[in-house]
């Protein structure tokens, strides 16, 4: 990952970045991020290639183009359900819990792993 970072200013190394909007219809404007940090919870700005590098290694159990990057048993500590939620999913799976990140619940006969509420499309 070399064009992610976790505060804004990594979001202005390129010219091609988002921007806030405001407005409707014919009248929208974009309006400048002007955010110092980013929340304490860690958020990173970062690339669909960056992310696309992040979810190859975390698929591979730590390891990305032969070179091992976390250990197996770090992102299996990620992964682990560590505080039960109660019923969550789509379907109310009342073993619902959270964990380092991560979110998971079943969801017909799959264990279903979300990071900040977005899939991460794990099948373990």
């Known amino acids: 990952m070399t064009r992610s970072g976790a505060d804004y200013d990594t979001l202005y190394l390129d010219e091609n970045h988002i921007s806030g909007h405001g407005g409707t219809g014919d009248q929208v404007y974009t ?11 860690g958020q990173v700005v970062s690339t669909g290639r960056d992310m696309t590098q992040w979810l190859r290694m975390i698929l591979a159990n730590g390891s990305i183009d032969g070179k091992q990057i976390l250990k197996p048993e770090t992102v299996k500590k990620i992964h682990a359900a560590s505080l039960p939620t109660g019923s969550g999913g789509p379907l109310g799976d009342p073993n619902a819990a959270t964990g380092l ?21 794990f099948r373990l």
């Open 31 to 41: 309006i400048p991020l002007e955010i110092s940090s980013l929340p304490p919870a």
């Open 101 to 121: 990140g991560c979110d998971s619940y079943n969801f017909l006969g799959e264990r279903v792993i979300e990071k900040n509420g977005a899939f991460c499309l």
